[in-house]
């Protein structure tokens, strides 16, 4: 591989295994919903903006919840936890504090019940984290470049620009990172319905070829099950007019380079190259309902497989980010970009107006990726966004272990 120019290296964190971050987060992961507000507001007397506020409501077993929870303990971006539990819940905050110290990162645990209530567990919570965020100063960094990188994209509040500059900048860039020795995550495999035979075409081999077709077929399953395509009101305001419309603009945010396989969340590409996200549930009686798919349970989704950068092509604009990494929103509409530039990160729309090719504009993102991939704050960082969304849901693969109640 050619050398890449220094604007394309800088520092990142190490961790175990050789695994790279970008950032260097603590998490406050509440372990149900009883116990958000304490931990919502020991990040807030942490008062650090690398203290990230995350966790699950339920009380009832549910894997898929819990492998989400220990990718993000194991993911590079984070560098310790503390895991704060009512006391009573299904999912135990010290079994996750020791999956954290196994990847050899600081942590911590509490159970309100056992400190006496919310103000004492409050103040225990702020004394962790501050010792935490100390030792994290102490992280040996190392050098990283594209070559290191895991990227997800997804698309969300589409309008006629995503197919023709937003999600064609993004394939663009994709297949540069491909090319350089990195590693791209497309999903939304609901929003490839009529397309399956561009998808398996591209497929690396006759493994990957079968996992993309039982994906594809899974998801058209669901989609006439629950009677919803993925497709809106707000699509058909933006200029779009089908699923199948819609379904050749989301597509093509995957690029053109082979596509390795199909990941489920949770689990991390085991080789660089391109790859298909399948997060839609597997068959199974939804006792809590069906899914809730949207742009927050998208990019968890995403980060979930280790994704050190999300994308988020939106037509018509969004405002949200994310938890754990850097959110990059990009919009192929210039009205949109001009009026919600506070929020967006990038602007496509040159391209449609004959300012720049294609290429030049995947340069330019480029460009943004290894700064932000550096240090510099997205949009979302600086505004404080950091949505999330850990839904029930139907995995038939396990990919974590069991989270053994007391």
């Excluded at 010290?94 to 159970?111: G, Q, R």
């Excluded at 030792?135 to 990283?144: D, G, I």
């Excluded at 990726?369 to 949505?387: C, D, N, P, Q, Y």
Aim: aromatic share 8%; with cysteine; proline share 3%.
């Amino acid at each position: 591989m050619k050398t890449l120019p220094e604007e394309y290296r800088w520092m990142g964190y190490k961790r175990k295994g050789g695994k790279k971050g970008i950032r260097n987060r603590v998490l406050v992961i509440y372990t149900v919903k009883c116990s958000e507000f304490v931990a919502r507001r020991i990040a807030e007397l942490a008062a650090d903006s690398d203290v990230e506020v995350l966790g699950f409501d339920g009380c009832t077993d549910n894997q898929y919840a819990v492998n989400l929870l220990i990718s993000l303990i194991r993911h590079p971006n984070v560098g310790g936890i503390l895991a704060v539990g009512l006391g009573c819940e299904y999912i135990q905050p010290e079994w996750l504090s020791n999956i954290a110290k196994e990847e050899e990162k600081e942590s911590a645990w509490l159970f309100i019940q056992n400190e006496g209530g919310t103000r004492t567990a409050i103040n225990k919570g702020v004394e962790e984290v501050q010792r935490i965020l100390k030792k994290l100063k102490q992280t040996p960094r190392v050098e990283m470049g594209f070559d290191d990188l895991v990227i997800g994209a997804e698309c969300g509040g589409s309008d006629y620009t995503s197919g023709l500059a937003g999600n064609v900048v993004v394939g663009r860039f994709f297949d540069k990172l491909v090319d350089m020795g990195g590693t791209a995550i497309f999903e939304e495999i609901v929003e490839a319905i009529g397309l399956v035979d561009l998808l398996t075409k591209r497929a690396v081999d006759q493994k990957a070829k079968e996992e993309i077709q039982y994906t594809y077929d899974k998801a058209l399953e669901y989609c006439k099950a629950v009677r919803q395509y993925s497709v809106s009101p707000g699509n058909f305001a933006g200029g779009l007019s089908t699923i199948e419309e819609k379904s050749m603009g989301a597509v093509v945010k995957s690029g053109s380079r082979p596509i390795q396989g199909v990941l489920k969340v949770s689990v991390e590409a085991n080789k660089p190259g391109l790859w298909l996200l399948d997060s839609t549930p597997d068959p199974h009686w939804m006792q809590f309902g069906i899914t809730n798919p949207n742009d927050n349970e998208g990019l968890m989704d995403l980060i979930s497989c280790g994704t050190h950068i999300v994308f988020l092509v939106t037509g018509r604009g969004n405002v949200v980010g994310s938890a754990v990494s850097p959110c990059i929103k990009i919009t192929g509409n210039h009205d949109t970009f001009r009026r919600m530039e506070e929020d967006m990160d990038f602007d496509a729309s040159p391209v449609l107006e004959g300012q720049c090719s294609q290429d030049e504009l995947a340069e330019y993102l480029t460009h943004m990726v290894a700064e932000i991939a550096s240090g510099k704050e997205t949009k979302s960082e600086m505004l404080g966004h950091r949505e999330y969304y850990i839904p029930y849901k139907y995995q038939e693969k396990e990919v974590g272990r069991k989270c053994v109640c007391r």
